[in-house]
């Protein structure tokens, strides 16, 4: 079962930049637009430049990992997000962004450390909630998965990344009936969040044998053109799902 692993970048230039040193704030600025305008390189000069005159910056820091993170630079965006974390180690939304990058990098036990944090800092933060929840989906404990994701439902209904991990959890509890609630749901809160989709097809094909229902989720997951490793492996499954129902329908 594919996990949806979700991937949730925080800027922390929401934040008033009071107290600092006017060239760094400037700096700042000019990072963030970079980051928006998907000039990461540019963003990363930038900072890099801010740094050199607040070495101790905790906001500095944490949009230097915001930009090697969304560069693709995960070691940099590790340590950034980590000196980040050690000159302020209240700022939720680095443990985030650290936390959310452990995901991607499937280091489950150092992502449920991050989110652990975050729900201590800030129990209503429904992304923290989220992120523990896969994270202990990795390490396969369901309860605590299932505990999360239902917490973080409670606090987002409409969160489609939430109602897919909890479909995901009644799957592993042999609970296919619920799993299908729970897809629907994320399907009802986010129409174009493709992991739910591809998860309901896999759910009906290989647990409900439901093929009509397979080969419609599947095919409303290509239609969104998922920049995916396994959209041409979902053509050939949809492939064979229409041959087998053609041989059906045939006296």
Known sequence: MKGGLPTVICSCLLFVCLGCHSSVESYLRTSQVRIRTGD???????????RSFMETNQLVWHELGVAYHLAGDVSNAVYAYRKAISLNPEVVETR???????????????????????????????????????ASLL???????????????????????????????QIQRGKY??????FERA??????????????G????????????????????LQLNPNRPDTDHVRLIVQDLENRLKTVGKP
Do not use: M
């Open 202 to 221: 896999i759910l009906a094909l290989y647990h409900l044998e439901n093929y009509p229902l397979a080969l419609e989720k599947f095919n409303s997951y």
């Open 187 to 200: 399907y009802e809160s986010d129409p174009k969040y493709a992991p739910a989709l591809l998860n309901y």
């Open 40 to 50: 990461y390189s540019g963003a990363i000069r930038t900072l890099l430049k801010a």
């Open 96 to 134: 985030l962004n650290l936390g959310f990058l452990y995901l991607t990098l499937r280091q489950a036990d150092l992502a449920k450390r991050e989110f652990t944090s975050c729900v201590h800092l800030r129990d209503s933060e429904a992304r923290a909630w989220l992120g523990l929840g896969y």
């Open 139 to 169: 390490l396969r404990e369901t309860s605590n998965a299932e505990r999360a994701f239902v917490e973080a439902i409670r606090l987002r209904t409409n969160y489609a990344r939430a109602w897919n991990g909890w479909a995901i959890v």
């Open 177 to 182: 009936a619920e799993a299908a609630r729970g």
